[in-house]
């Protein structure tokens, strides 16, 4: 972190071809969209295996948020990715555990985006994957309201 503020941000889970991608490319849309600057977002899965490819669903369901082109292949969580990060949002609390037991010196930087940023409901969101394009259009939503929030967050700096 520069001066208490978070300059790299990770988004993870599971296999990096569904939330982490969403929640990547909204938070960046996001940011550049409110002048938040110095913040760099990257994704990543706790299993990805990067021969796979994103779901056609996903780039429909990035679409109506003003994500025109997705150019992404899953990449598998490492030491270096977590070493660098100052902030990791898990989509679920497997996902934080997972981490916890590989990479132990990511406990205290690894938070349950729902839960980090305040939404109430059930903690996690939900996997869209192999389900119909309206899960994941609703998963979009989800990860959205969430990236709101964090970058209220990251607009206003550490308290």
């Known amino acids: 972190m520069q001066n ?14 569904c939330r982490s991608v969403m929640a990547e490319q909204l938070c960046r849309r996001h940011l550049a969209k409110e002048g938040v600057e110095g913040v760099t977002v990257s994704s990543a899965g706790v299993a990805a295996r990067p021969e796979m490819s994103v779901p056609a669903e996903v780039p429909r369901a990035l679409a109506p948020h003003g994500v025109d082109e997705l150019r992404h292949r899953p990449r598998l969580l490492s030491r270096e990715m977590v070493e660098e990060a100052d902030l990791i949002l898990v989509m679920d609390a497997q996902q934080q555990t997972t981490i916890a037991l ?4 990511a406990v205290g930087k690894t938070r349950v985006f729902k839960s980090y940023v305040g939404l109430t409901g059930p903690s996690g969101i939900a996997d869209p994957i192999g389900r119909p394009q ?3 259009d ?3 939503r989800d990860i959205l309201a969430a990236v709101v929030k964090l970058v209220d967050q990251l607009k206003k700096g550490p308290a």
């Not at 590989?102 to 010196?105: E, K, N, V």
């Open 4 to 17: 208490g503020t978070i300059a790299r941000l990770l988004f993870v889970c599971t296999g990096n071809a």
């Open 102 to 105: 590989r990479f132990p010196a």
């Open 134 to 136: 309206k899960d994941y």
């Open 138 to 140: 609703a998963c979009a």
